[in-house]
Nanobody, 119 residues
Framework: EAQLVESGGGSVQAGGSLRLACTTS????????MGWYRQAPGNECELVSA???????EYADSVKGRFTISQDNAKNTIYLQMNSLKPEDTAVYYC?????????????WGQGTQVTVSS
């Protein structure tokens, strides 16, 4: 059974940093993109950042310059370094894998990790 296990969420003050990690098991990535989605109460599930198997990245405009996505293929893990956090970054963050959990399904597939940023 394929699993995406997120870790690293928590509560920080505005301006602080957090690093999320997602480790996969039972999942063969091949050339699929992986990434992070988030969903705040009352909001839609939105793509925060994605990374291709060859390392190409994309970011939502709201996080550009503050968040960095990376991967360690040997560890089957992707990361999201979040700096200069803002209260509007508060959400449940979900790891996503194209072909397994992507688009709106990303916010329903795994358990996610809560990120809370206080002002």
């Amino acid at each position: 059974e394929a699993q995406l296990v997120e870790s690293g969420g928590g509560s920080v003050q505005a301006g602080g940093s957090l690093r999320l990690a997602c480790t996969t098991s039972g999942y063969t990535r091949d050339d699929s993109d992986m990434g992070w989605y988030r969903q705040a109460p009352g909001n839609e599930c939105e793509l925060v950042s994605a990374i291709s198997s060859d390392g190409s990245t994309e970011y939502a405009d709201s996080v550009k310059g503050r968040f960095t996505i990376s991967q360690d293929n040997a560890k089957n893990t992707i990361y999201l370094q979040m700096n200069s956090l803002k209260p509007e970054d508060t959400a449940v963050y979900y790891c996503a894998a194209d072909g397994l959990a992507w688009d709106a399904a990303a916010c329903y597939w795994g358990q996610g990790t809560q990120v809370t940023v206080s002002s």
